[in-house]
T-cell receptor, first 113, second 112 residues
């Protein structure tokens, strides 16, 4: 089955700086790669996703890049703000994957004022 | 207002007791999932169902059971066989083959 590795587990950045979280996956058939943000005690919420026919996608301060050859994808947050502090999860979904998404273990992003 | 509703939000249980967590969705999604979340462990799949009256074990199904008698409902029972049940449980749903998951607000189970 699919295996997703996520790094780092904790990331602390100064407010206004950029943050980058990286994930690798094992199943070359995976074709959908979402990122979820989870605030303390709340549900994970989708913030951005990318499909395998695209190399990069951007939404305001958030961008995701995908390298299918290397089987890795990354989340980039620019001009970080205090409200960006949360746990971020990457995930991968295989083609025809009936068992849904496989998640990384999460990155706790801390924005230092 | 469309979405996924989990109940209860908090639940306390004594060792040896079974408990059932409710999950209802009105998104008309075919697929439903249960995940368990522990600190530093991410989200681990317990059970999933792609269609009514059918469900499959996920990565950590031991000590859990589910049913899918209606499209809208996918309850999870944490049995006394689950050795370490204290965790945050998340229910999710998705349209078939879309990939995107929609999560409920979660149920936090504590075993006393």
């Amino acid at each position: 089955g699919e295996n997703v590795e996520q790094h780092p587990s904790t990331l602390s950045v100064q407010e206004g700086d950029s943050a980058v979280i990286k994930c690798t996956y094992s199943d070359s058939a995976s074709n959908y790669f979402p990122w979820y943000k989870q605030e303390l005690g709340k549900r994970p919420q989708l913030i951005i996703d990318i499909r395998s026919n695209v190399g990069e996608k951007k939404d305001q301060r958030i961008a995701v890049t995908l390298n299918k050859t290397a089987k890795h994808f990354s989340l980039h947050i620019t001009e970080t703000q205090p409200e960006d502090s949360a746990v971020y999860f990457c995930a991968a979904h295989g083609e025809g994957g009936a068992d849904g998404l496989t998640f990384g273990k999460g990155t706790h992003l801390i924005i230092q004022p | 207002d469309g979405g996924i509703t989990q109940s209860p939000k908090y639940l306390f249980r004594k060792e040896g007791q079974n408990v059932t967590l409710s999950c209802e969705q009105n998104l008309n999604h075919d697929a439903m999932y249960w995940y368990r979340q522990d600190p530093g462990q991410g989200l681990r799949l317990i059970y999933y169902s792609q269609i009514v009256n059918d469900f499959q074990k996920g990565d950590i199904a031991e000590g859990y059971s589910v049913s899918r008698e209606k499209k809208e409902s996918f309850p999870l029972t944490v049995t006394s066989a689950q050795k370490n049940p204290t965790a945050f449980y998340l229910c999710a749903s998705s349209g078939v083959n879309t990939g995107e998951l929609f999560f409920g607000e979660g149920s936090r189970l504590t075993v006393l």
